[in-house]
């Protein structure tokens, strides 16, 4: 990942070690176009980067301090940039402040942008990480014996440590669920550094502080009271916000449309505030969504008279699967390599100076839960979690990992219990952000800046925070979103919403979310057995299988034989079982897992084999 890799040693003289550092650094370099620059090292800091030569990492420097900045902070002029940098470098770097923790929440509430911070105190020479508030660049890091490696990739750690090994609680999570929760990573000990999190490194004391400043808690919603006409307004007014902030004059524009609500909000936006952009939308074949999606985004594009691109994608490949498990580590699961031809052909014709937009992170806006369902037990939300989330059942994962079901019952009831919410209901929403929005979502955007710079107007901090404090009764089938299109640009709200095929105005689609709403209403109040059978018939991702046949269940089987490393996480005999009932998303979601423990175990890589083979 292009951006920047640290480690700090208060025991080895790092000097000794610059050749293994820099071979960690050089795995890094996924492109010809790529580099890495050395910023700063000495006995005890080590602070490189990889980047491309548009990626955004900037260096600010005054007396005391040296600042860099990778990432963006939006709609800050560069010398007021620099200037509030330093103030708050001076907040980070006072020891005696009482404060200091309360002053930089406030700084990181009122900061818009995607950004990742290093300070250094030139005199004393102690060091300070800050990430942003909703950790939109994804961040980990290794904590061990006087020694911190934070990187923007796990391969950069865990190639200089050595002994990493696997993490079986994490690869249990990811069967489950198709992320790991909370702070962990497939690798044991190297762990996602959580979203507003300062690191402070004092050399004096040889101390390494690390301080997770701030949890958003959404037991009070304080705009309850307000009606939801108002709110959409206002939200309207935020989104334009940040529209502008991360509109790029300088470059490209590009919004990659759907026939979904987010990226249309993205494009009527723009076009409301006569901002210039282009359209694209990709389209594979054989995908009956993707060309009833590409034909919405076709409709959206002409009632905003703007310059439209569909991009092909032919079948997905073997090389496709190796690039991204390469690329992400098994962080973004390989089901979604279709995406990579697709950013490839956009770069190939627009090149990497462009701004990309997406309408990642819409959620916040839409129902979290689409129907009325109340827990008055933690247990009763693990298990509603479980049944609402799961990519594999709870018996087959415990099957598969050899872990006994009430170790991965009781580590998410930990993790629930650790969110800062009294009420149940409301530590549901943190979980779907927390662990399904700012993992999928933040790794998924942070794929797309391997090739250019990737936002969301919907991770402005403001937009954010106020649309996270409306009632949830008000986003209860579409109608705050439903307000907010209507408001934001009334035409583009009749055209068809493609995943039900009709326009969110529509009566029709009011009714069938009553209908569908109530149904799974009376489906959650059944017994257990019938609820899974019923479900499963109407479940998309359980239905769509791949053929026996298929390469990419060749080549999960053939890495069961050429890597006995395997066999020391996952039941062998188990994946045979089970592979041949598997859903695609199954399939998919086991791959990453087999070939991210050969990729980093075995030097012969099974996928290589199949570079060139369609995984269709």
């Known amino acids: 990942m292009p951006g920047l890799s640290f480690i700090c040693d208060f025991k080895e003289d790092l000097r000794n070690r610059e050749d293994d550092i820099l071979r960690s650094l050089d795995s890094l370099i996924h492109f010809v176009h790529y580099k890495k620059n050395i910023l700063l090292k000495g006995k005890t800091f080590f602070l490189g980067c990889t980047i491309y030569d548009e990626y955004p990492i900037t260096s600010f420097e005054n007396e005391e301090y040296l600042i860099i900045l990778e990432g963006k902070i939006y709609n800050k002029e560069h010398n007021f940039l620099k200037k509030d940098l330093i103030n708050l470098s001076e907040i980070i770097f006072d020891e005696k402040s009482y404060l200091r923790k309360e002053r930089i929440i406030e700084w990181l509430l009122n900061t818009d942008g ?24 994804p961040l980990y890091y290794y904590k061990n014996n006087g020694k911190i490696l934070v990187s923007r990739e796990v391969r950069f750690i865990s190639n200089y440590i050595d002994d990493a090994k696997f993490d079986r609680m994490a690869i249990a ?92 909000s993205v494009a009527a936006c723009l076009y409301k505030n006569n901002l210039p952009f282009l359209g694209v939308s990709r389209m594979r074949y054989n995908d009956k969504k993707e060309i009833r999606d590409v034909e919405v985004a076709k409709k959206l594009a002409n009632a905003l008279n703007i310059d439209f691109n569909i991009i092909t994608i032919d079948s997905v490949k073997g ?95 930990l993790l629930l219990l650790s969110y800062p919410e009294k009420n149940c209901d409301q530590k549901y929403v943190h979980f ?24 969301t107007p919907f991770s402005s901090i403001n937009f954010f925070n106020y649309a996270m404090n409306c009632p949830e009764e008000q986003k209860t089938n579409y109608k705050l979103y439903r307000n907010f299109l209507l408001k934001l640009l009334p035409e583009i709200s009749n055209i068809d919403y493609a995943h039900y095929m009709l326009p969110i105005t529509s009566k029709k689609l009011l009714l069938k979310l009553l209908t569908k709403s109530i149904l799974k209403s009376i489906l959650n109040e059944l017994p257990n057995e019938f609820n899974k059978i019923i479900k499963k018939q109407y479940d998309y991702h359980s239905i769509t299988k791949y053929k026996d046949n298929s390469n990419i269940i060749k080549c ?25 009932s598997c859903s695609k998303l199954q399939v998919e979601t086991l791959f990453t897992i087999t070939s991210s423990i050969e990729d980093f175990e075995s030097k012969n890589k099974t996928i290589e084999k199949y570079y060139d083979a369609e995984f269709i």
């Open 432 to 455: 779907l952000n927390y662990e399904l929005d700012f993992k999928w979502c933040n790794e998924g955007d942070d794929r797309n800046r391997y090739y250019f710079w990737n936002v």
């Open 173 to 264: 999570q990811y069967l489950l669920f198709g992320y790991s929760l909370g702070k962990r990573t497939l690798l044991d000990g190297i762990y996602r550094l959580e979203p507003a999190t300062l690191i402070r490194i004092n050399i004096n004391n040889l101390e390494i502080e690390m301080d997770n400043l701030y949890y958003f808690n959404f037991d009070n919603r304080e705009y309850n009271s307000l009606n939801v006409e108002r709110n959409a307004a206002e939200l309207v007014s935020l989104f334009s916000e940040g529209c502008k902030n991360r509109y790029d004059f300088n470059n490209n524009n590009i919004v990659s449309m759907s026939g979904g609500l987010d990226s249309r």
């Open 114 to 137: 995607d950004f990742i911070l290093f300070a250094l105190h030139k005199k004393s020479k102690n060091a300070a990480i800050l990430n942003d508030i909703l950790g939109r660049l």
């Open 556 to 580: 999960l089987r053939e890495e069961l034989n050429n890597c006995k490393f395997i066999h020391n996480y996952l039941s062998n005999l188990e994946i045979l079982n089970t592979i041949q």
């Open 319 to 413: 090389n496709n699967f190796l690039k991204l498990l390469k690329l992400k580590n098994g962080l973004n699961y390989l089901g979604m390599s279709f995406i990579l031809p697709y950013l490839e052909k956009i770069k190939e014709i627009y090149g990497s100076k462009l701004t990309f937009f997406t309408g990642v992170g819409g959620s916040v806006v839409k129902p979290l839960i689409s129907f009325k369902k109340k827990f008055k037990k933690l247990d009763e939300l693990v298990n509603f979690i479980i049944s609402e989330n799961h990519i594999f059942s709870l018996d087959q994962v415990s099957a598969l990992i050899r872990i006994q079901k009430h170790e991965i019952i009781n580590e998410l009831k």
